[in-house]
């Protein structure tokens, strides 16, 4: 059973890569409203994605959105089911011509879902990859082998399993598409710099179910490939995103979530807060004298998911029960890479990666 690290609020610290902890603020409200929300004598999963209230909430998490990130008006904003991964093969669809060059940077498992979901349809080329390093670093960018007839570039702004962040100047002629999903709104971003941008929201901003697509308007005039006005991004512009029902629940929750970021100070507050947490967790890592291990680059460790290993597997299991035991849950590493993750995103409190840096003395001088 997992013991909760507040006995307060009965609540854990969740460090979970994603699905993951929403703010608590968030859920209060939601709770509050679930059974009647606007005084409509409804809640907002009972009401039809038509009714003016609906829409008005769609239109204000567009708002918060865009004052978030500081989008341009001339890129618009798509708010999709599917996930991520579903982008991953839209995007192929949408910019390049069929069997057209569309060129990826691989720099961990994220990056070649993107590149797999793409292949059937574009003549997807890897313009660098770090799997044979096991994906501990950017490949340089001299290394790069850019194609000039490339639709578009594909890269991972931050890779979730393997803690890898892009953290560099891309400079490239071609549009850059760029995987989101794990770091969007986590620290200011040049929406310019990309040409699309796409993230799932359950990592950094709010529940599963819905994603969020952010691209330059001239880029989605594109005529692509063949396909149905469901998979076609221009279908889902002209109906703002309701060109069947959305998932109206989740979308409200987003929308609480993005309200909540604003009034947090937005995106420079928490790039802020991101570094210096993350900054504490690699230290407790590196002064571990070798106990704790995180073999990432350090200009490409990643502030958001933080990927560690003890001496041997069965420390790894001991430290995540033990860990679960105070309430410090979702720590165990993604199956591809094993060890331990600790996800780092905006709604953790400051409090849950004090007390995992604690929990990570006190094991090690049991253990050494
Ligand atoms: C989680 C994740 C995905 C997959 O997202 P789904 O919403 O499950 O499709 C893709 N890319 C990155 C970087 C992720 O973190």
């Given at each position: 059973?997992?013991?909760?690290?507040?006995?307060?609020?009965?609540?854990?610290?969740?460090?979970?890569?994603?699905?993951?902890?929403?703010?608590?603020?968030?859920?209060?409200?939601?709770k509050q409203e679930l059974?009647?929300?606007?005084?409509?004598?409804?809640?907002?999963?009972?009401?039809?994605?038509?009714?003016?209230?609906?829409?008005?909430?769609?239109?204000?998490?567009?708002?918060?959105?865009?004052?978030?990130?500081?989008?341009?008006?001339?890129?618009?904003?798509?708010?999709?089911?599917?996930?991520?991964?579903?982008?991953?093969?839209?995007?192929?669809?949408?910019?390049?011509?069929?069997?057209?060059?569309?060129?990826?940077?691989?720099?961990?498992?994220?990056?070649?879902?993107?590149?797999?979901?793409?292949?059937?349809?574009?003549?997807?080329?890897?313009?660098?990859?770090?799997?044979?390093?096991?994906?501990?670093?950017?490949?340089?960018?001299?290394?790069?082998?850019?194609?000039?007839?490339?639709?578009?570039?594909?890269?991972?702004?931050?890779?979730?399993?393997?803690?890898?962040?892009?953290?560099?100047?891309?400079?490239?002629?071609?549009?850059?598409?760029?995987?989101?999903?794990?770091?969007?709104?986590?620290?200011?971003?040049?929406?310019?710099?990309?040409?699309?941008?796409?993230?799932?929201?359950?990592?950094?901003?709010?529940?599963?179910?819905?994603?969020?697509?952010?691209?330059?308007?001239?880029?989605?005039?594109?005529?692509?490939?063949?396909?149905?006005?469901?998979?076609?991004?221009?279908?889902?512009?002209?109906?703002?995103?309701?060109?069947?029902?959305?998932?109206?629940?989740?979308?409200?929750?987003?929308?609480?979530?993005?309200?909540?970021?604003?009034?947090?100070?937005?995106?420079?507050?928490?790039?802020?807060?991101?570094?210096?947490?993350?900054?504490?967790?690699?230290?407790?890592?590196?002064?571990?004298?070798?106990?704790?291990?995180?073999?990432?680059?350090?200009?490409?460790?990643?502030?958001?998911?933080?990927?560690?290993?003890?001496?041997?597997?069965?420390?790894?299991?001991?430290?995540?029960?033990?860990?679960?035991?105070?309430?410090?849950?979702?720590?165990?590493?993604?199956?591809?890479?094993?060890?331990?993750?600790?996800?780092?995103?905006?709604?953790?409190?400051?409090?849950?990666?004090?007390?995992?840096v604690d929990f990570m003395?006190?094991?090690?001088?049991?253990?050494?």
């Open positions: 059973m997992t013991r909760s690290a507040s006995p307060v609020t009965g609540r854990v610290f969740n460090f979970s890569a994603g699905p993951t902890v929403l703010p608590e603020p968030v859920l209060h409200k939601a059974l009647d929300w606007q005084g409509i004598g409804a809640s907002v999963a009972e009401i039809s994605h038509r009714s003016a209230d609906f829409i008005a909430l769609a239109a204000q998490a567009e708002a918060d959105l865009r004052a978030l990130l500081q989008v341009p008006d001339d890129y618009a904003v798509l708010f999709m089911q599917g996930g991520a991964t579903l982008q991953q093969a839209l995007i192929a669809l949408n910019l390049a011509a069929p069997g057209a060059r569309a060129d990826y940077l691989i720099t961990g498992h994220w990056g070649k879902t993107a590149l797999q979901q793409a292949a059937p349809y574009v003549d997807a080329h890897i313009v660098a990859s770090g799997e044979a390093q096991g994906f501990c670093d950017v490949p340089a960018r001299e290394d790069w082998q850019l194609s000039a007839d490339a639709a578009y570039l594909h890269v991972t702004d931050n890779e979730t399993i393997h803690g890898v962040e892009l953290n560099l100047p891309l400079d490239v002629e071609v549009p850059v598409v760029a995987d989101f999903s794990s770091s969007i709104a986590s620290r200011p971003i040049r929406i310019r710099d990309y040409g699309l941008i796409y993230a799932g929201a359950q990592k950094n901003l709010g529940p599963s179910g819905i994603s969020v697509v952010i691209a330059a308007r001239a880029l989605l005039e594109r005529s692509g490939q063949k396909r149905a006005p469901i998979l076609d991004y221009r279908a889902h512009l002209a109906r703002e995103s309701m060109l069947n029902t959305p998932p109206t629940f989740n979308w409200y929750l987003l929308a609480l979530c993005l309200a909540w970021m604003r009034e947090q100070g937005g995106v420079a507050a928490f790039g802020a807060r991101n570094a210096a947490r993350a900054q504490k967790l690699y230290a407790a890592i590196d002064g571990s004298q070798g106990f704790y291990r995180n073999r990432v680059a350090t200009a490409h460790r990643s502030r958001m998911n933080v990927p560690f290993f003890l001496p041997t597997a069965e420390l790894d299991a001991q430290f995540v029960a033990q860990a679960e035991a105070r309430g410090l849950i979702g720590l165990k590493g993604h199956k591809v890479v094993g060890g331990i993750r600790a996800s780092l995103y905006n709604a953790l409190p400051d409090a849950a990666v004090d007390a995992l003395q006190e094991f090690r001088h049991r253990h050494v």
